[in-house]
């Protein structure tokens, strides 16, 4: 991206974290061309809404503009999008730069670069580790993978979107990160979960629990966002159960892979699989508190 005028952008993937980054760089003054989604009624009620398309191929997605957006939710998705048979975001793709925020694991991260390589297209995963405002607001935490060259190429871009970065390494580094960031978060939360069910089964006052905790080593994060919310059963989702679920799993097949034992997320992963299993996958992760507190769901 040698021209000094702007970019044009797509997205493929606009739930509510794609279609907020969308909003976000069309504000910054970015031309937003093309949106997808395998949701054509959302996708196309955003290009309305941006002045975009909204093309019934990949390939016309890749053709419509000079840097493409990715947000999917597993690794099934984003072989279907970069490697499948037929339409293919890497159809025509040389010299497009595609950037790609799903948590996904390393090893798809690794193949869709290979992939992209082959056919003269550049690749960078921007792991987010951020919520649906940040991304709105240009706030997100961005930890990033791929060439250095491509990442200084799209730093300008990254900027817009993020109040912060890390540039990690090589390809399918961040993702890595990513899955460490989200395992530690997991385990945070099953065990605030825990905390807070077995203070209210002791018939302790929970608004008295939660100051003593911020005050001591039991602090942490999700004890500031989710707290709240497991008391009060209110569990509208930011980060699903799902997506707990998933995240923790990558981070055990890491594990299993370099010949690692990680019983606390082993036992974080069965949580939010039994979530899943229950019909509560589509909760926020703060669900996990309805396993946990006596009378809620067994």
Known sequence: ?????????AFVGVGRMGANMARRVKDCGYTVTAVYDVNAAAAADLAAELGA???SSLAEVTAAADVIFTVVSNDESMRAIFLGEGDSLLTKSAGKYFINCATVSPAIHREVD????????HVLEASMASSISHARDGQLYLMLGGARSTYEALLPLLEKMSVNRRYIGGSGSAAEVKALVNMVMNINTAGLAEGLGLAAALGHDLDMVREVFSQTGANSRVLETDAADMVAREHD???SAEHAA???GIAGGLAQQVGLNLPLNAATEAQYQKMVKLGLGELDKSGIAELTFKG???
């Open 296 to 298: 809620r769901h067994a």
């Open 114 to 121: 290979a992939a992209a390589q082959a056919v003269g297209a």
């Open 246 to 248: 998933k995240d923790s």
């Open 53 to 55: 398309a909204a093309p």
């Open 237 to 239: 989702c930011w980060f």
């Open 1 to 9: 991206m040698t021209d000094s005028a702007l970019p044009t952008l």
